[in-house]
């Protein structure tokens, strides 16, 4: 496993100074020990850390609502602490944003089980948000295409598939991407239409 920027927080020095010596063993590098929630949210927004790890029960921000604000600002991996374990408890973890949990006292074995959990589920999180936002992408340029060889069929009487196979030339020739020469000309045609708007406008007053 890679060495990773690790927050803890808990209000219980003990169970941080137990917890910061295992990562550091592990040869992880503890970035932050934070006694309460604001401390967390502050150290995670300064200090940019791979892995988080909360208690889910603390003074002035508990863990819950601590994962909520650090992940509207940064979607990070978050393993919550806590004193039991039981099914609600994986349904709030869930819930808030957090990745997995560990029961106190904290065993080595759990601990390096807990982070890989983690870590995978969070990769598994970015890449299906990467092909969300891909599909979204290629929805949006295929419209962008679509009105553009609209446009070059209209303008020069070609065929769908004239107007399309122009386009591609275009792009090749120009060393483009088609998307890029789709945008290039809708912006032409708004220009050119704004233009003959106006002179029409100047022809009714006159």
């Not at 509207?72 to 990745?99: D, H, W």
């Not at 080595?108 to 990769?123: F, G, P, T, W």
């Not at 948000?129 to 679509?146: D, G, H, M, P, Q």
């Not at 060393?175 to 233009?195: D, H, M, P, T, V």
């Amino acid at each position: 496993m890679e060495p990773l920027k690790v927050l803890v927080a808990d209000d219980e020095a003990l169970i941080t100074l137990s917890l910061a010596d295992q990562l550091q063993g592990l040869g992880h590098n503890v970035v932050g020990a934070a006694q309460n929630g604001s401390e967390a949210i502050e150290m995670a927004k300064h200090r940019q850390p791979d892995l988080i790890i909360l208690d889910i029960k603390m003074p002035d921000v508990d863990g819950l609502e601590t994962a909520k604000v650090i992940n509207q600002c940064k979607v990070t991996p978050i393993i919550f602490l806590t004193g039991y374990s039981n099914k609600e408890m994986a349904r709030m973890a869930g819930e808030s944003g957090a990745f997995g949990y560990l029961s106190k006292p904290v065993d080595q074995r759990d601990l390096v089980r807990a982070i890989e959990i983690a870590l995978s589920r969070y990769r598994e999180m970015v890449k299906l948000k990467e092909e969300i936002s891909y599909l979204e992408w290629t929805i949006e340029a295929r419209k962008v295409i679509e009105r553009a060889k609209g446009i070059v069929m209209k303008n020069f009487g070609l065929t769908e598939a004239e107007a399309m196979m122009r386009m591609q030339k275009v792009s090749r020739d120009q060393n483009i991407k088609l998307i890029k020469l789709a945008k290039s000309i809708i912006f032409s045609e708004k220009s050119r239409l704004g233009i003959t708007e106006k002179r029409v406008e100047r022809a009714k007053r006159n």
